[in-house]
């Protein structure tokens, strides 16, 4: 059956006005496959972006290497603390293990004669919604998270970063385990002016 305009404005509202993140932890197989990531990364990268430089690119953590890295930062989160123990060790060898694919959004920006490096950091948040809405779209749950590893400059080569470019978000995506029950949203008195 084919939906009418009218409906098809309908279901995206109500997705809209409902959405909300599944907790990493609530993220399970099966996971997207690889076709499926394809077409949320298409999705994702058809966001607004000021002067067409695709500021942004993606890096798909998905099967073993995630424990790879997982363990490097387990390695790093003991260096850095000699106090941490075995059981704070685990939790971060199991970052990216938690949901079955981490699409890790990288932000490019960078200084340029026309657009401002700010509209192309703006543009890398766009994708990171887009990539959660995606992967949405296609029946997985998502959690957009940065955590001490998007920050932390040993972590940085793990993925590859150049020297310009920062971690915008590690995108989880799985089947949600449950459905998160809402949280509270601002009030739009405290955050709206009509301008007069
Ligand atoms: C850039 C960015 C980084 C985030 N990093 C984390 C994080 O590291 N840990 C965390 O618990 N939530 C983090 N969040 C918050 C969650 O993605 C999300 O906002 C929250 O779980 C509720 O989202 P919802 O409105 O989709 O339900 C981050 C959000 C943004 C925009």
Same mark, same amino acid.
């Given at each position: 059956?084919?939906?009418?305009?009218?409906?098809?404005?309908?279901?995206?509202?109500?997705?809209?006005? *409902?959405?909300?993140? *599944?907790?990493?932890?609530?993220?399970?197989?099966?996971?997207?496959?690889?076709?499926?990531?394809?077409?949320?990364?298409?999705?994702?990268?058809?966001?607004?972006?000021?002067?067409?430089?695709?500021?942004?690119?993606?890096?798909?953590?998905?099967?073993?290497?995630?424990?790879?890295?997982?363990?490097?930062?387990?390695?790093?989160?003991?260096? =850095?603390?000699?106090?941490?123990?075995?059981?704070?060790?685990?939790?971060?060898? *199991?970052?990216?293990?938690?949901?079955?694919?981490?699409?890790?959004?990288?932000?490019? #920006?960078?200084?340029?004669?026309?657009?401002?490096?700010?509209?192309?950091?703006?543009? #890398?948040?766009?994708?990171? &919604?887009?990539?959660?809405? =995606?992967?949405?779209?296609?029946? &997985?749950?998502?959690?957009?998270? *940065?955590?001490?590893? #998007?920050?932390?400059?040993?972590?940085?080569?793990?993925?590859?970063?150049?020297?310009?470019?920062?971690?915008?978000?590690?995108?989880?995506?799985?089947?949600?385990?449950?459905?998160?029950?809402?949280?509270?949203?601002?009030?739009?008195?405290?955050?709206?002016?009509?301008?007069?």
């Amino acid at each position: 059956m084919q939906e009418t305009q009218a409906e098809l404005n309908l279901a995206l509202k109500q997705y809209l006005q *409902t959405r909300r993140s *599944t907790p990493a932890m609530q993220l399970q197989e099966p996971g997207p496959s690889p076709s499926e990531i394809e077409g949320m990364i298409a999705i994702a990268s058809r966001v607004p972006d000021h002067g067409k430089l695709a500021p942004w690119r993606f890096i798909v953590l998905a099967g073993d290497v995630r424990e790879r890295i997982g363990r490097e930062l387990g390695r790093i989160a003991a260096d =850095a603390r000699s106090d941490l123990g075995a059981k704070e060790r685990e939790i971060e060898e *199991t970052r990216l293990t938690r949901a079955p694919v981490v699409i890790a959004v990288v932000s490019r #920006a960078a200084p340029h004669p026309k657009i401002p490096e700010w509209e192309q950091v703006l543009s #890398a948040g766009a994708v990171c &919604y887009g990539l959660f809405m =995606a992967a949405n779209a296609f029946g &997985y749950g998502a959690n957009w998270l *940065t955590e001490w590893y #998007a920050y932390d400059d040993s972590a940085r080569p793990l993925f590859g970063l150049d020297q310009q470019e920062r971690i915008a978000g590690f995108v989880h995506i799985g089947t949600p385990a449950m459905q998160p029950a809402d949280r509270p949203r601002p009030d739009l008195t405290d955050i709206v002016y009509w301008a007069e």
